[in-house]
Nanobody, 123 residues
């Protein structure tokens, strides 16, 4: 079965950095677009970043553009989210997701989801 396992979350001070990882198994990873989403308490799940199957195309939410970088290593079946200059408003549970085609911003289009990893940014 398909499994997506996120790691790398934690508590960090504002201005700090974290790198999230999402290890995939049970699917042909190099054929899937991958996305990162986040959900804060009481809020809807929102798009953060996405990357095409080849890594040639990346997309970002305006709120993270210039601070976050999505990348992937198809040899390791892993997608990453490097988060720099973190702000308290980045606090959320971060999820990775996989999709068979494209790399859209709409979370409802994704086929598989991980369990999430908590990121907390203190002020």
């Amino acid at each position: 079965q398909v499994q997506l396992v996120e790691s790398g979350g934690g508590l960090v001070q504002a201005g700090g950095s974290l790198r999230l990882s999402c290890a995939a198994s049970g699917l042909t990873f190099s054929s899937y677009g991958m996305g990162w989403f986040r959900q804060a308490p009481g809020k809807e799940r929102e798009f953060v970043a996405a990357i095409s199957w080849s890594g040639g195309n990346t997309y970002y939410a305006d709120s993270v553009k210039g601070r976050f970088t999505i990348s992937r290593d198809n040899a390791k079946n892993t997608v990453y989210l490097q988060m720099n200059s973190l702000k308290p408003e980045d606090t959320a549970v971060y999820y990775c997701a996989a999709i068979t085609s494209g790399a859209p911003r709409d979370p409802y289009e994704y086929d598989y989801w991980g369990q999430g990893t908590q990121v907390t940014v203190s002020s």
